[in-house]
């Protein structure tokens, strides 16, 4: 991995949860190419110890803990693992998220005659299936900022990025409890922003555009590899004309992560969507 832009964090502690994801693995790798000791969270310990030994052979430090975002005791259990392995933790990226096929429509509209078909509506969504959505993004941002913000009181350079999307700006079809949640996360990151801002702890977000990963790969692709009609739809509204590379999202993590370039700047989301947020259709 060959970084654009290279803040010195060394001697900073940052924690990744999600960190075994596509998007935040790299992260993990470029903080820890910048010198931070790396704590990489994850439900599937496996999938952290992996990232963590790719960072390793990289000549980096990094530690692999298991949790589950949406349990406080686990949450805690994470933080007490990385105070004893690293001390106090410095920056958190809230990577932790997603969303479940459970919680979607069938279909971008609702028709007359949809009731009677053999169609998943609006109308069909169980609770149950919204609140995990709900809660794997939101109440799994709010947990691990309660857990580790606590040593960040008072400490020059600590900062927390949150990740949103682009459904934080305009819904996307078919996906309302995702849709829902990323809004919240957004709001959620200026709540804070001004919550902490008397106390030395910065808080932004990264909004990334579309990015293929194995998350949504279902929804992009057919099984013979064609992009789908949806695939269609997103690159027609992307000016840039095609997905992200999860490398793409590196310079605006760094950059808010940077004390030296940041210090100044709090409660901002910013994305990185090749043009899609700034295009009407027209």
Not at 63 to 81: F, G, N, P
Not at 178 to 207: C, D, E, M, P
Request: aromatic residues 8%; negative net charge.
């Amino acid at each position: 991995m060959e970084l654009c832009y290279k803040p010195d964090l060394n001697g900073k502690v940052a924690v990744i949860t999600g960190g075994a994801g596509v998007l935040c693995r790299e992260f993990a790798k470029a903080l820890a190419l910048c010198g931070a000791r790396v704590a990489i969270l994850n439900r599937t310990v496996s999938k952290a110890e992996a990232v963590a030994e790719e960072i390793k052979a990289m000549g980096g430090d990094a530690i692999a803990v298991q949790v589950d975002v949406t349990d406080k005791a686990s949450v805690e259990a994470a933080h007490q693992e990385v105070l004893a392995k690293y001390g106090k933790c410095d920056i958190l990226i809230n990577g932790a998220g997603g969303n479940n096929a459970r919680a979607n429509t069938d279909k971008e509209y609702f028709e007359l005659g949809d009731m009677d078909a053999d169609t998943k509506t609006f109308f069909d969504l169980e609770d149950e299936d919204l609140e995990f959505v709900f809660n794997l993004n939101f109440i799994g941002t709010l947990l691990p900022t309660q857990a580790f913000a606590k040593d960040m009181i008072g400490r020059e350079g600590c900062n927390i990025i949150n990740v949103s999307s682009m459904n934080a700006f305009t819904p996307l079809t078919k996906i309302p409890a995702y849709s829902g949640a990323k809004a919240a996360i957004s709001n959620f990151t200026q709540w804070l922003a001004v919550h902490f801002s008397k106390v030395g702890i910065r808080v932004n977000a990264i909004a990334p555009g579309f990015f293929s990963t194995e998350q949504n790969k279902n929804l992009l692709w057919n099984p013979d590899g064609t992009p789908t009609a949806r695939t269609g739809k997103i690159l027609a509204a992307t000016p840039m004309g095609r997905f992200g590379q999860p490398e793409e999202l590196l310079g605006a993590l760094l950059f808010l992560a940077d004390q030296k370039a940041a210090g100044f700047v709090t409660g901002i989301v910013i994305p990185v969507d090749g043009g899609f947020s700034a295009y009407s259709g027209v």
